[in-house]
C-alpha cells in the first residue's frame, strides 16, 4: 500500500526513535478528537511495515452526557481500521470529590492513565500511545510556565517515556487537520475543547494565535528548541537526584532516606527527587504536596502527610519515609503503673519512665527530660498512659486551659504520634507530666513545697 507524505514521515520518525518495534503490542488511546483518530488511522496505514499489533482504548470520563454515543463512535472506527476496541467509563467528577486539591483536569488526567495502565496489562500492551503533537507541546510550555513548575515540567513531552510513546509528536495540528480532511475521516468535536473558562484552551484559542500574528510566527519551533535546551539542564540535575535516590533504603513497604543526609540538599534537588519517588510509586501528586514534603524535610520538627491512595509522607528524627505503611507506627494502647520510686518502659515508643521522690533544693529538671513536681498535690499511684482526644490542662506559666493535642501540634509532634502520645497521670486520670513538653501549672515548685516528686524520660523517638 502506497503511503502518503504524512504517513511517510510518521513512519521515518517511528523508525528513527524506535518507538514501535517488531513484536511490540501496542495500545492506542483514542479519545475520538481529530488528533487521536488521525493516530488510529495513519497506524493502520503504516502497520504492515512495522510487525506490530495495535488495538485502541477509549475512556468515557463521565463529565459530558455525549461521551456514551462518542465511545460507540471510536468502537465502530477502531473496527473499520481492522483493530479491536475496549471503551469503559469511569466517573471522574466523583473521583474529584473523593480526592481533594485536584483540578476536574488534573483528576481526568489521572484516572485516565490509571485506566491506561489496567488495560494494557490486562491485554498485554508493552507500549502506549497518545496523539500528543507539536502544538499540545507548546500549549503545555506555555500551561506549566503559568502553574510555576519547574524545568522538568517546562521540558515537556519525549517521543518516547518508558511504555508511552507519542508518534504525532513531529506534526503541528494544522497538519493533522489537514490529513483529517484529506482522508475525510469522522471524529468527535468535544465543546470542552472551545470553554475559554479552561486555562488550556484560553492558550490554545487566545494566546497562541495572538503570539502567532504579532509575535512569533514559528512559535511551536521555538517551544521545541527551548525543551530541548531546558532538556540537557533537567538531564544534569537528574545526576545530582540519581545520587541521593541510590541512597535510599526500601522497608516494610516504604523508600525512606537518612533526614540528615537530604537536608544537605537544595529545595530544587529535594523536589526532583520525591518526583523520583513518587515516578517510581507509579503516583501521580501535585506539585502543591511536592512543595509541602519539601517544607516538612527543611523546617524544624517531625510531621506527617496523607498524599492520598493511602500513601504518607512522614518524618522523624532519623528519616523520612514514603509508602503505605506509616513509619513509627505507634499502636501503644496500655497502661503502665509507675511506682515511686520506679520505672516503666515503652517498647513502642522507646522510651523509659523514672520516678522518685526527693527533698526541695535539688535540680528542678529541664520540663523536656525531666520535671519536678509538688509532690504533696499528687495522689498516688500513678500510671503513664496513652493520651486521650479531649484532654485539657493548664501548662506551666499560663492561666488559660488548653487541649492537649494543641500544644503537641504547636511542638510538631506527627499527627501519628499524638494519637498515642505518652503522659504520666494519677489514676483518676488527671495530668501530671505531658512527656518531654509540659506539665500542669498548679503543680509547680513553690516557696512553701517540702516535698517533691522528679519524673524523668530517657529515650524516645519525640
Known amino acids: 500500500m502506497k503511503l502518503n507524505d504524512f504517513e511517510y514521515e510518521l513512519l521515518k520518525f ?3 526513535t524506535s518507538m514501535i518495534e517488531k513484536g511490540d503490542r501496542v495500545m492506542l488511546a483514542v479519545s475520538g478528537g481529530a488528533d487521536s483518530v488521525a493516530m488510529m488511522y495513519a497506524l493502520s496505514k503504516i502497520k504492515a511495515h512495522l510487525g506490530s499489533e495495535f488495538f485502541v482504548a477509549h475512556l468515557n470520563h463521565m463529565i459530558r452526557p455525549e461521551a456514551v454515543f462518542e465511545g460507540e463512535g471510536v468502537k465502530k472506527m477502531a473496527e473499520e481500521c481492522g483493530m479491536n476496541c475496549f471503551v469503559e467509563s469511569r466517573n471522574v467528577p466523583e473521583y474529584i470529590k473523593n480526592h481533594k486539591g485536584l483540578s476536574l483536569e488534573e483528576g481526568a488526567r489521572v484516572v485516565r492513565y490509571e485506566f491506561f495502565e489496567e488495560l494494557a496489562s490486562k491485554h498485554n500492551a508493552n507500549k502506549i ?3 500528543h503533537h507539536l502544538s499540545d507541546l507548546t500549549e503545555n510550555f506555555f500551561l506549566r510556565l503559568f502553574r510555576g513548575s519547574g524545568i522538568g515540567g517546562l521540558v515537556g513531552m519525549s517521543p518516547v517515556n518508558g511504555k508511552y510513546i507519542k508518534p504525532f509528536l513531529i506534526f503541528d495540528e494544522q497538519n493533522i ?3 483529517v480532511k484529506i482522508n475525510r475521516l469522522e471524529f468527535f468535536e468535544d465543546k470542552t475543547n472551545f470553554d475559554t473558562n479552561y486555562l488550556r484552551n484560553r492558550i490554545r484559542h487566545v494566546l497562541i494565535p495572538k503570539i502567532k500574528s504579532e ?3 514559528n512559535i511551536e519551533e521555538s517551544v521545541l528548541n527551548t525543551s530541548q535546551i531546558l532538556k540537557k539542564y533537567q538531564e544534569h540535575v537528574d545526576k545530582e537526584v540519581e545520587l541521593y535516590f541510590k541512597s535510599s533504603t526500601e522497608k516494610a513497604g516504604n523508600i525512606c532516606f537518612d533526614l ?8 530544587l534537588i529535594l523536589s526532583e527527587l520525591f518526583k523520583m519517588v513518587f515516578k517510581k510509586m507509579d503516583l501521580y501528586i501535585s506539585n502543591r504536596k511536592i512543595n509541602s514534603c519539601v517544607n516538612m524535610v527543611l ?3 517531625n510531621g506527617e502527610l496523607n498524599l492520598g491512595k493511602g500513601i504518607y509522607f512522614s518524618k522523624n528524627g532519623k528519616a523520612v519515609c514514603f509508602g503505605t505503611k506509616k513509619e513509627n507506627s505507634f499502636e501503644w494502647k496500655e497502661s503502665l503503673e509507675l511506682s515511686v520510686p520506679g ?4 517498647r513502642e515508643l522507646s522510651v523509659k519512665i523514672y520516678s522518685e521522690l526527693k527533698a526541695v533544693g535539688t535540680n528542678f529538671g529541664d520540663g523536656k527530660n525531666s520535671v519536678t513536681l509538688e509532690a504533696e498535690k499528687v495522689q498516688f499511684p500513678l500510671v503513664v498512659r496513652p493520651l486521650s482526644d479531649v484532654e485539657k490542662i493548664v501548662p506551666f506559666g499560663m492561666k488559660k486551659e488548653v487541649r492537649v493535642r494543641d500544644i503537641l501540634k504547636n511542638h510538631h509532634v506527627s499527627y501519628e504520634l499524638r494519637k498515642t502520645f505518652p503522659v504520666v497521670s494519677q489514676i483518676d486520670g488527671k495530668i501530671l507530666w505531658v512527656v518531654g513538653i509540659t506539665f500542669p501549672d498548679d503543680l509547680k515548685i513553690t516557696g512553701k513545697t517540702r516535698r517533691i516528686l522528679s519524673l524523668i524520660r530517657e529515650g524516645g523517638v519525640f
Open 215 to 217: 509575535f512569533c510566527q
Open 177 to 179: 487537520r489537514k490529513y
Open 343 to 346: 520505672e516503666v518502659k515503652i
Open 299 to 301: 523546617k524544624k520538627g
Open 129 to 131: 500511545a497518545t496523539a
Open 14 to 16: 517511528i523508525k528513527k
Open 260 to 267: 540528615k543526609d537530604i537536608q544537605k540538599a537544595d529545595d
